[in-house]
């Protein structure tokens, strides 16, 4: 399946005094490549929000695999590899030029802003995975 | 006027690549005493907030004057200097047994949680905020 | 194994509009958890990062299984179930009175702070551990 | 003197319960701002902690005036106001297109990374700003 690929920068904020970046600002950063990919789909996480839609992160795999530094361009991938009723699973990397730094297995469950209850994807959004991703391949 | 203390332990994610605390974490440390000073007075923000009721910093006047590292102990003080219709003002300092790390003048304000518009402070906590410290002093 | 236990509070700086803890927030608590549990063995942060010693997360398999909300008191456990030449692999959870939020399999390594390089366990640490749990059980 | 902008993006890692931009993250904001001022003028913050220079906030005077949400496209400014030896003041914004977030008057010390004291700023750094400022207005 197609890749979407997001630039983070990494700041001082995002370090910690091992003089690397905090192990769990990656993240963060993931998160941010999934929030790009949903927007460049067409979708913002506020408008979602007042839809009631709500996406939790349900279960990680993730590897750190070296660290990343002060300073470090980071591209960020995001990998749709199964699109379900109520979740999506992907697959996120984090890397320099030169370099992976992190890997890592997702599931994204989609919830009801107001119970928290699981709720199948929009289907405004379940089209788009789909149509995106043929466009794309 | 009185005093309110909070302990505050500095771990890793608070720290940065310079090996000090990140200059911002020390907003964080002030609110957690701000938030232990409000539960002592028997308040909790969750239940605040269902009733509509948002604490918002409004300004804050910032000296770090010496940094704070990795494992430091610190306490963390509330100073209710003056209660105004829908604000409050105050000083916090964050210290080690040793020597003090920063201090703040602080004014928080009382917003709407749905509108985000200005509102009296409730009475009940204004009351609880005299009468604490008549009883502390 | 015995299992170490640590408190943690949920405060504003932890959640997120969706009005739960943003999900990678639960990774500082498992680490707090981690720090004071290494403390409690005799050991601080700062001092092995003086020795060169950095505990690094190498791996971590999570499942965020309910969310947790502004001023939960929260339990964060640590249960060591393998030490090896250079990692620990511990079990962690997150849970409040009633309901646990959280479960995480976490690999740790050693590494050395200066190159960043695997290291083994300091012979001090791995004593210690082996002690303490021959105590606890 | 001329100004410096710099866009960054809310994401939910931003957001508290309260539905806004949690107070304290704006101050990391400021710093993502001054640091690619910095990198424009050609500095990036690991080569100068390499070379033992390190920058410190010193002081803040800051005033949030309307809250930031999830979403939003917000430019930052650095306008340089005075530059010391061993220090820079700054006056910064935080702005959607259409209004100001917050305002803050900022003091930057320079330090040895090292011991921690105060270290005149490089002449290197000094020359760049003064042209940088010359070319720019």
Same mark, same amino acid.
């Given at each position: ?71 470090? /361009? ?5 990998? %749709?590899? &199964?699109?379900? !009723? ?5 697959? $996120?990397? @984090? ?8 890997? /890592? ?5 989609? %919830?009801? &802003?107001?119970? !928290? ?5 929009? $289907?405004? @959004? ?12």
């Amino acid at each position: 399946m197609s890749e979407f690929n997001w630039p983070v920068r990494v700041y001082f904020e995002d370090t910690d005094a091992g003089g690397i970046v905090y192990h769990a600002r990656y993240l963060y950063f993931l998160e941010r490549a999934r929030t790009e990919w949903l927007r460049e789909l067409g979708f913002n996480q506020s408008l979602l929000k007042q839809q009631n839609v709500l996406f939790v992160v349900r279960d990680m795999n993730i590897k750190w695999q070296k660290p990343a530094e002060l300073d470090d /361009a980071l591209t960020v991938s995001v990998n %749709i590899i &199964a699109v379900k !009723k109520a979740s999506l699973k992907m697959q $996120q990397t @984090i890397q320099t030029e030169n370099e992976q730094k992190l890997h /890592a297995d997702v599931t994204i469950a989609c %919830i009801d &802003a107001t119970n !928290k209850k699981p709720m199948a994807l929009p $289907q405004a @959004i379940l089209s788009l995975i789909t149509i995106s991703d043929e466009i794309r391949s």
